[in-house]
């Protein structure tokens, strides 16, 4: 009998033991499956946005010579962006790791689209002197285009290593549609189309006088008594590209020396800049002719490059 109770005993402690491991198991399965799910959702849409940019952006490539220059700077511009959130996607599918761990691969192999594709941007915005994204001096167009390639081919064979882990997940292939692209032949006809040949456009935007003048005709400066007053001006780029302005200011007296003043910059695209003021030295009651010019530019119609304004330095307070 004894035997027997033991034997129970022993059959039972197995048979709970058994269930226990069961149940553990079908647990770990649950949450594999959850989190193989949760991935190939996330992947997914990444694999949709990754495949759409390739192709927008071998499209743009090969008919952006019919765009204006805005409109493929624009364009430009949005892919930019576009890759700099696939780097906190990728972050995010890191963790936690799966087994095998294919969100881990996928993420790398993202992190270095993201790297080839810059440089691709990098490369057509160095032709059409536009602002690009920051590269690695190391990654050359030609390794980026075979980086792209192999990433694709590589991802083709990793897609389907969840295909018999919980959730049963096979994801979608990687186009290289840019990969195979001629990129120096398709910039070289985006660089011959004048329609985004690069122009320059610079205006003075504003002058601002210290004293402030007292009211008067336009470009009259009636300013009060005073041995010295203050110019200063802002400058707008119109365009996008980088472009270098210089600025003179000249203040030529009735009777006296001429005064004259150069101030340079670089301006990025679509931005405006406030050079430093400076001083002019006057005396009660003197006459004079003050001309602002940005130099080197280019005539362009309905920009103002130039300013000339008659300074008139009250003797008395009352103008």
Do not use: C
């Not at 109770?5 to 033991?17: E, G, H, N, P």
Request: charged share 10%; no cysteine.
């Amino acid at each position: 009998m004894l035997r027997v109770v033991v034997a129970l005993v022993l059959t039972f402690i197995v048979l709970v033991f058994a269930r226990e491991v069961s149940r553990s198991a079908h647990q770990e399965s649950g949450a594999r499956r959850s989190e193989n799910l949760n991935f190939s959702a996330m992947a997914s849409t990444m694999l949709a946005q990754e495949n759409s940019f390739d192709q927008r952006l071998a499209t743009l490539l090969s008919t952006g010579s019919q765009l204006t220059r805005v409109q493929f700077s624009v364009q430009m511009s949005q892919f930019v962006q576009e890759l700099a959130s696939w780097r906190e996607v990728a972050t995010m599918l890191r963790s936690p790791v799966l087994s095998p761990d294919l969100n881990v691969r996928f993420s790398d192999e993202t992190l270095a689209r993201v790297d080839d594709y810059n440089q691709v941007l990098a490369y057509v915005a160095t032709a059409l002197d536009l602002s690009g994204p920051a590269t690695s001096a190391s990654l050359s167009l030609g390794v980026a285009q075979l980086s792209l390639a192999q990433t694709a081919a590589t991802w083709g064979a990793e897609r389907h290593l969840l295909a018999t882990a919980p959730g049963h997940v096979t994801l979608a292939a990687l186009t290289s549609v840019t990969a195979h692209l001629n990129v120096p032949s398709a910039v070289a006809t985006l660089v011959s189309a004048p329609n985004l040949a690069p122009t320059r456009a610079i205006v003075i935007s504003a002058v601002k006088v210290q004293p402030a003048p007292f009211p008067a005709p336009a470009l009259t400066l009636l300013i009060a008594p005073t041995s010295s007053f203050q110019v200063q001006v802002a400058v707008s780029n119109l365009r996008e590209i980088v472009q270098p302005v210089t600025l003179t200011m000249t203040l030529t007296p009735a009777q006296g020396l001429v005064q004259r003043v150069s101030m340079a910059q670089t301006l990025a695209p679509m931005t405006s800049f406030a050079f430093a003021g400076h001083n002019f030295s006057v005396f009660p009651g003197e006459s004079a002719t003050l001309s602002v010019a940005i130099n080197g530019l280019p005539a362009t119609l309905a920009l103002a490059h130039s300013r000339t304004y008659v300074v008139r330095i009250s003797p008395s307070g009352a103008g």
